[in-house]
């Protein structure tokens, strides 16, 4: 008897096994949607399973034609995937795993790696559902990963398929958002507070950035902000590039009015933590449930430097402004206080990009085995919880590495395929730990193939920037740690003489011959040159440290799955895997995961119809 009951439950769990990651079916609901064209006919949702590296896609479209939807690169069309289907007149349904050999032409992939899970034609819509592997076999599919996804869709207005460029759109979306705001807690008690610049002429200038000094909510006792949104007024969004929120230490003497934050006045500079910040793209972000920022105690900012960066590019005259950030905030008090850290490079001339870069390399490097002394007590190891990463036009990849006693330790975030026009902020799977005495290194990866002039880093949309803030738990006084390298080794690997004063090296550059073989040359320079780290506390207190750029180690990535169906050709067996390990994203439970479906599945068909013949002939 305690034979047969082992073997139920065994039986039992290897069912259980088999239906994990089984979730998102036909009829199942998908917590991310968007319009994917300007006119608002081609809709999509979305979700996917971390452990089974699945995601479903739901498209719905206003034709009674074809519909399709897929992924491609920042660049081109050609070559993206696009899983297309439709319904013929007849009630037939067609469905297939397709790939652009030109801007107009589809052919069907020898592997077939979409499976459909609904295609229906009513009197407005055509609608299909289908699901895909993160990463299939088949070098015609693009993986889905942790990076900004450019999602391609197309539609014709019957069957006939054929792309049309008028019906063929790209738009770049995070589609592995962790937390939907439905998943988490929205207090009942929820208080909201506005910080806005109010009727702020724009100049006519191609860069402004305007700052005003504001209040945070005033409170008796500690309340939590759990939430942020972007006020933006009307017909004026596409001027406003980025909103940050510093909070400013109470000892501060702040001025009033609005200004220009960088300008002749310092003071308007003051305050350099960073709590909440939104950029072009972004949408409103809330707060995983455990942590929140603390206002209304003695230690907590009361109030903060409100930063709008306008990029006026077409000069116009006459245009005033009210932007700000919404803050949502309740008495209902989290389990830690969340802090934001500022990591990268120093923004300051002495960061350069030659022009015509195919790709060049920056390094920003942070050690924290200061960061107890600034602090004026002990810090406790942080807790990693999301990250908003920064450039401008010229970047095209960032990713934050993590080193310990010499050792890489994680990739804590990254985007490959990052998209200036989509900066938002994102969470991580899991919380990442760093420790004190740990060091994190930026880098930004930058193309500047339509530019013949120096790109020197700077506050202007047309300077650079390389920055990546780290949300975090539980709160210290560290506000940023930014690296930069010893631009006179620069200058000397280059062949220049070397002066004394690094913005004299910035002007020697400048009689450089950029080929593409003194682009490399300043690149591995930048990297092997000595790094000065600045560091920077809440209340402006800075010091510096110096440090080594270390090397990169690239993260294998997990296996490809193979096509259920189709052929798989020779050249798709490539290993390139949708998870780095290790990292915030780790892979190490996956290949565990299908080999437990697998051997789940081989006990179910060999294992199970032997063992129940034996239980009924009494063995």
């Not at 804590?412 to 990442?432: H, M, S, W």
């Amino acid at each position: 008897m305690a034979c047969i009951l082992l073997l139920k439950f065994f039986l039992l769990l290897t069912l259980a096994a088999t239906s994990q990651g089984n979730r998102l079916g036909p009829t199942s609901r998908l917590r991310y949607s968007r319009f994917l064209d300007p006119s608002n006919v081609i809709f999509l949702r979305w979700d996917f399973d971390l452990k089974t590296e699945v995601i479903v896609f739901e498209l719905q479209v206003r034709t009674a034609g074809w519909v399709g939807v897929g992924t491609t690169n920042r660049y081109t069309i050609v070559g993206g995937d696009l899983v297309i289907g439709g319904v013929l007149p007849d009630g037939n349904v067609y469905f297939s795993d397709q790939h652009l050999v030109d801007e107009d032409t589809l052919e069907e992939d020898g592997s077939q790696d979409a499976e459909l899970l609904g295609l229906t034609e009513d009197d407005t819509y055509t609608t299909m559902r289908f699901s895909r592997p993160f990463r299939s076999c088949d070098p015609h599919d693009q993986d889905i990963t942790s990076d900004t996804m450019r999602v391609l869709t197309a539609y014709g207005l019957d069957d006939t398929l054929k792309l049309r460029r008028e019906r063929t759109f790209v738009k770049s979306i995070f589609l592995l958002q962790i937390f939907h705001p439905d998943d988490l807690d929205f207090p009942m008690d929820t208080m909201i507070h506005d910080l806005e610049i109010t009727d702020f002429l724009i100049p006519e200038d191609d860069t402004t950035y305007a700052c005003t000094f504001l209040p945070l909510p005033i409170v008796s006792e500690k309340h939590h902000i759990f939430k942020f949104e972007p006020k933006l007024i009307d017909h004026n969004e596409s001027m406003v590039h980025h909103i940050l929120v510093y909070a400013c230490g109470n000892a501060s003497t702040l001025p009033t009015g609005i200004n220009e934050c960088y300008g002749f006045d310092p003071a308007f500079s003051l305050c350099s933590q960073i709590i909440v910040g939104w950029a072009v793209g972004g949408l409103s972000y809330q707060f995983p449930d455990e942590v929140g920022i603390s206002i209304g105690t003695p230690l907590d900012p009361q109030w903060i430097r409100l930063e709008v960066h306008y990029s006026n590019f077409h000069n116009l005259p006459g245009v005033y402004d009210s932007s700000g950030i919404r803050l949502y905030y309740t008495t209902h008090l989290r389990k830690y206080d969340m802090g934001v850290l500022q990591l990268g490079v120093l923004t300051f001339p002495i960061h350069f990009l030659p022009p015509g870069a195919e790709s060049f390399m920056s390094y920003g490097l942070c050690k924290t085995e200061k960061f107890e002394e600034m602090n004026g007590a002990p810090v406790p190891d942080m807790k990693v919880i999301g990250y908003l990463l920064h450039t401008h036009l010229a970047g095209r990849a960032l990713q934050t590495v993590q080193y310990r006693n010499g050792r890489q330790l994680r990739t804590i975030c990254k985007d490959d395929a990052y998209d200036f026009n989509l900066q938002e902020t994102r969470d991580l799977p899991g919380d990442v730990e760093i420790k004190p005495g740990d060091e994190l290194l930026i880098e930004c990866n930058y193309q500047t193939l339509d530019r013949d002039s120096m790109t020197f880093g700077g506050t202007s949309t047309l300077n650079e920037m390389c920055l990546v803030f780290l949300f975090y738990y539980p709160r210290n006084n560290i506000s940023s740690c930014l690296g930069y390298p010893d631009i006179s080794h620069v200058v000397q690997e280059l062949g220049e003489e070397a002066a004394e004063s690094p913005m004299d090296n910035l002007m020697v550059m400048n009689n450089v011959e950029w080929t593409p073989e003194n682009i490399k040359t300043a690149e591995k320079a930048c990297k092997e040159a000595r790094q000065t780290v600045m560091l920077k506390t809440i209340d402006e207190l800075i010091e510096n440290t110096t440090g080594w750029i270390p090397d990169i180690i690239p993260t294998p990535r997990g296996p490809c799955l193979e096509s259920s169906g189709g052929k798989v050709e020779p050249q798709d067996q490539t290993l390139a895997g949708f998870r780095d390990a290790p990292g915030a994203l780790s892979g190490s439970n996956t290949a565990t995961l299908r080999s437990i479906h697998l051997a789940a599945l081989l006990f179910l068909q060999g294992t199970v119809p032997w063992l129940l013949a034996m239980l009924q002939t009494g063995i």
